[in-house]
């Protein structure tokens, strides 16, 4: 891992416009789903970005690859400014980020071959003949089929599969033929949506496993997405979490896990069950009440003001701002 | 006799492709007042298991066979095979279930008051304005704030822990001695599932019913069982106390599955990078091999005195091994 950054992300902001529900559609307020994220992610780095459903951790990968158009704030690539590029001036850069979906059923489509999904990015992309003499037609053909075989081989699927249709592999394989995809194209970066969290447990350990092993053999770099915090931890080198559109902490792993700073970190961590009855029935717990209130109307002064036990009137007036304790960055007012 | 006593329990379903057995010959007990926990994979047979007991299977699609006998008051009650008519007097009453998906188990276009009213009504010849209060009481009980009003709301105006709430005041509105929860937080976040558990142990206290759990999240089962059965292509390959079966697992599935989850209790260098999966995937329940139907992906089948041979050829029996703790392996005791 390098100091230098591959991927710069500031005062990111992305709000979609709920508009009411008649023909003449008005804009009646807008979902507030990333609401200012600043973070970086060095070369050869896992970033985990971690939370619960609705609080636009998701939403912060697409924008992040322009897969959404940012509202405001800047995401530099490789220290280039992509925020307010063009689909055709993003095009070349497609190469260099890549992105692996939650749901293996839904992201491949069902008429398509494996051949034809993971082959896509070379034709896309003009690379049909790549590694080949720059021919055309047949021969081009043959060379993608050797580079799709290749592909597939290495994430662990049989290259003999390659004129299959996805209903003939397992959640498993097919999230691998999906991995295989989003590494056509030799990426440098890849945005790893919930990768695991459809496949069953036997399962997921294989994945997390591949993803692992491709990392160091491609060089990558990882924003790896999720809500399962024991795979985070797993494949993270830092983690952020997110709380209403906002990074509430963010830390090197070991320091995030042994000591959580912002109470929100801390009632997560508790609120995963460990799979050990003894420690189980002795550990203190952390019960948040409430829910997640909505990102359309979030609360002023910090976002986790409505939820939080230890909230002082200083919590409702004023947003805390990520800052540096111990070894973390953490926003809150009373850091634990 | 125990509560609830299902012996060799086999349901199969004929389809195109040829016989799928999803469970086959399941044979376990539960008290009252005990959380027995189903724990395995997609496809294992938990889910199937307990619609049949619930006579929720189509007659025409699937063939069930075998006695699951539960206590009525001093009276036994044979399960499978009881008419339509029969079964609808218990179930809702004796027993009850709560499902998965909470946003897909309500019906959108009624109150949910007027849904938990129904199923009061259903088995108690009594006013609807006792039934209404009953509700009230019932959504008080699993922390519903305001109950009197929110009985009148749909279910779209609630978040998916708050729907789960109301699908757990619905089933025990008749106040049930068993209450069959599949997967009752799977599509929650883990600070809503930690209240979620929270009340279920709280209200089972309270009700001394028996639960059955079922669930892939071993996590879960750590902290809500007392008892697990572990299911791998429609059998238990293991039933033990929790305690037993975390500290000791003795079949080598479970085994896997223990050592194949990401620990955060424990440090990323103590576990080793790799996480050790198992290798494979569970078997198609079409074709079931003769012997043992984990052999393909186990480790431990070498060290069977006979050889993997003996695996392949011959079904090890559920053997009870330590007094309590039963697994179905050849393995000289079972000792991994």
């Known amino acids: 891992m390098s100091e230098e950054p591959i991927l710069e992300v500031s005062n990111l902001q992305k709000f979609f416009p709920i508009t009411s529900n008649s023909i003449f559609a008005r804009v009646k307020g807008e979902n507030k789903a990333v609401n200012g994220i600043s973070f970086t992610l060095r070369r050869g780095e896992t970033l985990g970005l971690v939370g619960e459903s609705g609080c636009g951790k998701s939403t912060a990968g697409r924008t992040i690859l322009k897969l959404y158009e940012p509202t405001s704030g800047a ?6 400014e992509i925020t307010n590029y063009s689909t055709r001036k993003m095009k070349p850069l497609r190469t260099k980020m890549q992105i692996i979906f939650q749901d293996p059923y839904s992201s491949l489509n ?6 034809e999904i993971i082959g896509a990015a070379f034709t896309i992309h003009g690379l049909a003949s790549i590694g080949g003499d720059g021919a055309t037609g047949s021969s081009g053909r043959s060379a993608t089929k050797r580079l799709v075989q290749d592909l597939m081989e290495r994430v662990g699927l049989n290259p003999e599969h390659y004129n299959r ?18 590494l056509a194209l030799k990426p440098e970066f890849i945005v790893c949506d919930e990768p695991v969290s459809a496949l069953d447990v036997s399962i997921q350990a294989q994945v997390v496993n591949l993803l692992d092993d491709l990392k160091d053999d491609f060089g990558l770099s990882y924003l790896f997405i999720a809500h399962d915090l024991s795979v985070v931890q797993h494949i993270s080198d830092r983690v952020a979490v997110m ?3 906002k990074i509430v902490e963010l830390a090197p792993t070991e320091e995030i896990y042994q000591r959580p700073h912002h109470p929100y970190t801390k009632a997560l961590l508790s609120a995963i069950p460990i799979p050990d009855p003894v420690l189980e029935s002795s550990r203190e717990q952390i019960v948040l009440s409430g829910d997640l209130p909505s990102p359309a109307n979030p609360p002023t002064g910090c976002v986790f003001n409505t939820r939080c036990w230890k909230a002082q009137p ?8 990520l800052q540096v304790v111990d070894k973390s960055e953490v926003a809150c007012h009373y850091p634990e | 006799m125990s509560f609830l006593e299902v012996n060799d329990l086999h349901v199969e379903f004929p389809t195109s492709d040829g016989l799928v057995k999803a469970v086959d010959g399941v044979t376990f007990a539960i008290e009252r007042g005990e959380t027995l926990a189903i724990v395995g994979e997609s496809g294992s047979g938990k889910t199937v298991t307990n619609l049949a007991l619930m006579g929720l299977l189509s007659k025409r699609a699937a063939r069930i066979s075998g006695s699951a006998v539960i206590k009525r008051g001093d009276e036994d009650v044979e399960l499978i095979d009881l008419a339509d008519e029969e079964m609808r007097q218990i179930r809702g009453k004796n027993v009850a279930m709560i499902f998965q998906d909470p946003m897909s188990s309500l019906h959108p276009y009624y109150s949910i008051g007027d849904q938990i009213i129904e199923a009061h009504q259903v088995h108690n010849d009594v006013d609807e304005r006792v039934s209404k209060a009953r509700a009230i009481e019932l959504l008080d009980m699993v922390g519903i704030p305001d109950a009197s009003e929110r009985i009148k709301a749909f279910p779209h105006q609630f978040s998916g822990g708050m729907r789960q709430r109301v699908m757990i005041a619905m089933a025990l509105v008749n106040s049930p001695e068993l209450l069959i929860a599949d997967e009752p937080t799977t599509a929650l976040d883990v600070t809503v599932q930690a209240q979620i558990l929270k009340l279920l142990r709280e209200l089972q206290e309270e009700l001394k019913m028996a639960i059955i759990l079922i669930t892939h999240d071993l996590g879960v089962v750590a902290g809500a069982a007392d008892r697990v059965n572990v299911m791998y292509a429609g059998k238990i390959v293991e039933s033990a106390p929790v305690r037993d079966l975390y500290a000791n697992p003795l079949m080598p599935y479970t085994h896997g599955l223990l050592a194949s989850i990401p620990r955060m209790d424990r440090r990323a260098g103590e576990s080793g990078k790799r996480l050790s999966a198992i290798a494979g995937q569970p078997p198609s329940l079409i074709a079931l091999p003769a012997g ?21 050829s011959s079904m090890p029996a559920l053997t009870e091994h330590v007094p309590g703790h039963f697994a179905r392996c050849h393995l000289e005791g079972a000792s991994l």
């Open chain 1, 165 to 182: 249709y996805p209903h003939e592999f397992s959640g498993g394989q097919r999230q691998r033929i999906g991995i295989a995809r989003a």
């Open chain 1, 314 to 321: 200083r919590c409702f007036s004023e947003e805390p701002v």
């Open chain 1, 243 to 245: 709380y209403l559109g």
């Open chain 1, 110 to 115: 069902p008429r398509h071959s494996v051949g």
């Open chain 1, 75 to 80: 995401i530099r690539f490789n220290g280039e």
């Open chain 2, 292 to 312: 043992c139907a984990f052999v393909p992906r186990c480790t431990f089948s070498n060290r069977v005195s006979g050889g993997a041979s003996r695996c392949e």
